[in-house]
């Protein structure tokens, strides 16, 4: 194709991409001065594809249709032509030069909320022209919007899935009328997963579909998460987003009405969306502020001090309010009980820095029974509990109620791993099974049975497709959870296995065991490498530094042991706590490790120079278990009083 002439102007320069049916390309258009370049979109029917030739030429004549009616508005592609040879069909439209909105949503740089009210009223604006015109574009998502390079303003594309949806009509009386679709057979579900309402995907689009649509967009822009990564109301269906990020109640209400599972719960138009976005920027500024226009980071969001040059991020991982009352922005704060409101220290953010300053953010009592394991998604918003009262709980980090309730153990549930992309669950139990769940809708999805005894740890690599799990017998299994297959290592260890670890590469696992001693295992062969001896007690958690040198043993001999792994030199000994050590988890940086232990604490330690920097106390009984999040922004403990406790990092 690259160098074929259509229609003896527009030449084929390069591909931009190709499907089954469907292939786009740059070409320059040679009947012109500078010849410019344009895209063209190229249908090709074949016996092979599942549309059939008529299909072909009415998808590309409905874009061309939905083009020309738009005309010359410049927030849309404009139609250059339009024609068929040889049984192929062509579109010719004007190349938007730009970069995708995709590229502005990095789950590491969240947006202000002034961002996503400029944001919403562009997109809305453009929406509210379309929808005059009686079209629903039904694709509307972060690839579809190119923020122009030369003005810098959003351009919806590919309009391959608009639909008509209603005509204007002039009645007897001279007055203009609305005279809808809906009612007709219903069309093909067309539209991206996450970005598409209920009603859409049953083939019966309105115009609040692109509406719904925009809404997920600016959730994803404000949390960080694409929209299938969020959960839904088992109840109702709506999107519960809110938890994971604090912003002003009537911003939050607009979007959510955005997103009603329900198309007439929701906006039904683009101009009632706009109107209530205005009233949020109508209060008057005070002069000592400043609205934020940059992007906010995940490490500074949560609270922001503004003067009037500068913002400065002064307090990390605590979630904060930006309200609009009385004309001016205040800063809300979320205050624990009394009790928890000491402040202690805890992570360095480098090794030569001041400590930072965390508070007991809260403490979440919801199990019946000792709390024996918790893990933390890779985004650090959501959290979930094992407990040995055989369920697990699933929280957003900054809510005070769990979000779903998990039953199907039939024992203590020991282990809890969450996939990198925040989908999956898993969980090992002593009931020697480890069950597989869907996260966001709290649905168990799979049962892993391999072991004959209880499961005690369990171990996931980042892209959710291969688990390893040791129990009470000393066995380890590596499990494939895309075709199932399990590769056994029988008598790994003598005795119980308490915990295993993946290196950060994911090459490499660590064992340790109530044998007193700690193995490590190439994961993709299940060979042992090595077998490490130190320790006078049983071994109860291992743990690679996220710098992927160093290996830490925590033991019941109520020692904390550093070791270079690959040659099993013992580096450092850390010692202070006063009974045996069960947990053991790394700040984000690797600069500093945080233990737990029957004690009853929680201590922190330089681990270059294997100093106890502090000694948290909270828990009324053993600490049980600890997990840090990636972001280094929250600790989390459980303990056998029932309860989890939530440390949040000032800076």
Same mark, same amino acid.
């Given at each position: 194709?690259?160098g074929k002439l259509?229609?003896?102007?527009?030449?084929?320069?390069g591909?931009?991409?190709?499907?089954g049916?469907?292939?786009?390309?740059?070409a320059k258009d040679?009947?012109?001065?500078?010849?410019?370049?344009?895209?063209?979109?190229?249908?090709?029917?074949?016996?092979?594809?599942?549309?059939?030739?008529?299909?072909?030429?009415?998808?590309?004549?409905?874009e061309a249709?939905?083009?020309?009616k738009l005309?010359?508005?410049?927030?849309?592609?404009?139609?250059?032509?339009?024609?068929?040879?040889?049984q192929?069909?062509?579109?010719?439209?004007?190349?938007?030069?730009?970069?995708?909105?995709?590229?502005?949503?990095?789950?590491?740089?969240?947006?202000?909320?002034?961002?996503?009210?400029?944001?919403?009223?562009?997109?809305?604006?453009?929406l509210?022209?379309?929808?005059?015109?009686?079209l629903?574009?039904?694709?509307?998502?972060?690839?579809?919007?190119?923020?122009?390079?030369?003005d810098?303003?959003?351009?919806?594309?590919?309009?391959?899935?608009?639909?008509?949806?209603?005509?204007?009509?002039?009645?007897?009386?001279?007055?203009?009328?609305?005279?809808?679709?809906f009612?007709?057979?219903?069309?093909?579900?067309?539209g991206?997963?996450?970005?598409?309402?209920?009603?859409q995907?049953?083939?019966?689009?309105?115009?609040?579909s692109?509406?719904?649509?925009?809404?997920?967009?600016?959730?994803?822009?404000?949390?960080?998460?694409a929209?299938?990564?969020?959960?839904?109301?088992?109840n109702?269906g709506e999107?519960l987003w809110?938890?994971?990020?604090?912003v002003?109640p009537?911003?939050?209400e607009?979007?959510?009405?955005?997103?009603?599972y329900?198309?007439?719960?929701?906006y039904?138009?683009?101009?009632e969306v706009?109107q209530?976005l205005?009233?949020?920027l109508?209060?008057?500024?005070?002069?000592?502020?400043?609205?934020?226009?940059?992007v906010?980071? *995940? %490490?500074?969001?949560?609270? +922001?001090?503004? =003067? &009037?040059k #500068?913002?400065i991020?002064m307090?990390?991982?605590?979630?904060?309010?930006?309200t609009?009352?009385?004309g001016?922005?205040y800063?809300?704060?979320?205050?624990?009980p009394?009790?928890?409101q000491k402040?202690?220290?805890?992570?360095?953010?480098n090794?030569h820095?001041p400590?930072?300053?965390?508070?007991?953010?809260?403490?979440?009592?919801a199990?019946?029974q000792?709390?024996?394991?918790?893990?933390?998604?890779?985004?650090?918003?959501?959290?979930?509990?094992?407990?040995q009262?055989?369920?697990?709980?699933?929280w957003?980090i900054?809510s005070?109620?769990?979000?779903?309730?998990l039953?199907?153990?039939?024992d203590?549930?020991?282990s809890?791993?969450?996939?990198?992309?925040?989908?999956?669950?898993?969980?090992g139990?002593?009931?020697?099974?480890v069950?597989?769940?869907?996260?966001?809708?709290g *649905? %168990?999805?799979g049962?892993? +049975?391999?072991? =004959? &005894?209880? #499961?005690?740890?369990?171990?996931m690599?980042?892209?959710?497709?291969?688990?390893v799990?040791?129990c009470?017998?000393?066995?380890?299994?590596?499990?494939?959870?895309?075709t199932?297959?399990?590769?056994?290592?029988?008598?790994?260890?003598?005795?119980r296995?308490?915990?295993?670890?993946?290196?950060?590469?994911?090459?490499?696992i660590?064992?340790g065991?109530?044998d007193?001693t700690?193995?490590?295992?190439?994961l993709?062969?299940?060979?042992?490498?090595?077998?490490?001896?130190g320790?006078t007690?049983?071994?109860?958690?291992?743990?690679?530094?996220?710098n992927?040198?160093?290996?830490v043993s925590?033991?019941w001999?109520?020692t904390?042991?550093?070791?270079?792994?690959?040659?099993g030199?013992?580096?450092l000994v850390?010692?202070?706590?006063?009974?045996?050590?069960?947990s053991?988890?790394?700040?984000?940086?690797?600069?500093?490790?945080?233990?737990?232990?029957?004690?009853?604490?929680?201590?922190?330690?330089?681990?270059?120079?294997?100093?106890?920097?502090?000694?948290?106390?909270?828990?009324?009984?053993w600490?049980?278990?600890?997990?840090?999040?990636p972001?280094?922004?929250?600790?989390?403990?459980?303990s056998k009083?029932?309860?989890?406790?939530?440390?949040?990092?000032?800076?």
């Amino acid at each position: 194709m690259l160098g074929k002439l259509l229609q003896g102007r527009y030449q084929i320069i390069g591909i931009l991409s190709a499907g089954g049916f469907c292939q786009t390309y740059l070409a320059k258009d040679i009947a012109i001065a500078d010849s410019p370049t344009c895209v063209v979109k190229h249908l090709k029917y074949s016996a092979q594809s599942s549309i059939s030739l008529p299909s072909l030429s009415e998808l590309l004549d409905r874009e061309a249709e939905a083009l020309k009616k738009l005309g010359k508005y410049d927030r849309v592609p404009q139609l250059l032509a339009h024609f068929e040879e040889k049984q192929e069909y062509y579109l010719v439209q004007e190349l938007i030069e730009g970069y995708p909105l995709t590229d502005e949503l990095n789950p590491e740089q969240l947006w202000s909320e002034h961002q996503v009210i400029y944001f919403l009223q562009e997109v809305l604006t453009i929406l509210e022209y379309i929808h005059s015109h009686g079209l629903i574009h039904r694709d509307i998502k972060p690839s579809n919007l190119i923020r122009r390079r030369h003005d810098n303003k959003l351009v919806l594309i590919d309009f391959g899935a608009v639909k008509q949806a209603w005509t204007q009509v002039i009645t007897e009386g001279g007055k203009t009328s609305t005279k809808f679709a809906f009612g007709v057979a219903a069309t093909i579900a067309i539209g991206t997963p996450g970005y598409t309402p209920p009603e859409q995907e049953r083939g019966i689009p309105r115009p609040n579909s692109d509406i719904y649509a925009l809404g997920a967009i600016a959730i994803q822009a404000l949390t960080g998460l694409a929209p299938t990564q969020l959960l839904e109301d088992n109840n109702t269906g709506e999107i519960l987003w809110r938890h994971y990020r604090e912003v002003s109640p009537r911003l939050a209400e607009i979007i959510s009405k955005m997103v009603r599972y329900h198309f007439k719960e929701r906006y039904q138009s683009a101009t009632e969306v706009k109107q209530d976005l205005q009233l949020l920027l109508k209060p008057q500024i005070p002069q000592i502020a400043t609205i934020p226009t940059k992007v906010v980071t *995940k %490490q500074n969001y949560s609270r +922001q001090l503004y =003067n &009037s040059k #500068v913002a400065i991020a002064m307090v990390a991982g605590v979630a904060l309010v930006l309200t609009a009352i009385a004309g001016g922005y205040y800063l809300l704060k979320p205050t624990a009980p009394a009790s928890e409101q000491k402040q202690y220290s805890l992570f360095t953010t480098n090794r030569h820095s001041p400590f930072a300053k965390i508070f007991l953010a809260k403490t979440l009592s919801a199990h019946s029974q000792p709390v024996w394991s918790t893990a933390i998604s890779a985004n650090g918003q959501i959290l979930a509990s094992g407990s040995q009262d055989n369920t697990i709980k699933v929280w957003a980090i900054n809510s005070q109620q769990p979000i779903y309730t998990l039953l199907g153990h039939k024992d203590t549930v020991r282990s809890l791993a969450i996939s990198a992309d925040g989908r999956i669950l898993a969980s090992g139990s002593g009931d020697t099974t480890v069950k597989l769940w869907n996260l966001q809708t709290g *649905k %168990q999805f799979g049962t892993l +049975q391999g072991h =004959n &005894s209880p #499961v005690w740890s369990i171990a996931m690599k980042r892209d959710g497709q291969t688990l390893v799990s040791a129990c009470e017998d000393g066995t380890i299994n590596i499990w494939n959870l895309r075709t199932g297959a399990l590769r056994e290592i029988k008598a790994a260890h003598s005795s119980r296995i308490f915990s295993v670890a993946l290196s950060p590469d994911e090459q490499t696992i660590a064992t340790g065991s109530k044998d007193k001693t700690i193995k490590i295992w190439h994961l993709p062969t299940g060979k042992l490498i090595r077998t490490i001896n130190g320790h006078t007690n049983a071994v109860r958690d291992v743990l690679f530094n996220p710098n992927g040198k160093e290996l830490v043993s925590a033991s019941w001999d109520k020692t904390i042991k550093v070791w270079d792994w690959q040659t099993g030199k013992q580096l450092l000994v850390l010692k202070g706590h006063s009974d045996r050590i069960v947990s053991v988890t790394f700040s984000a940086n690797g600069q500093n490790l945080v233990s737990a232990s029957i004690d009853k604490t929680i201590k922190i330690w330089d681990i270059h120079t294997g100093k106890m920097l502090q000694s948290l106390p909270g828990h009324s009984d053993w600490v049980l278990s600890l997990v840090s999040d990636p972001t280094g922004q929250t600790l989390v403990s459980s303990s056998k009083d029932k309860t989890i406790k939530i440390w949040q990092r000032e800076m």
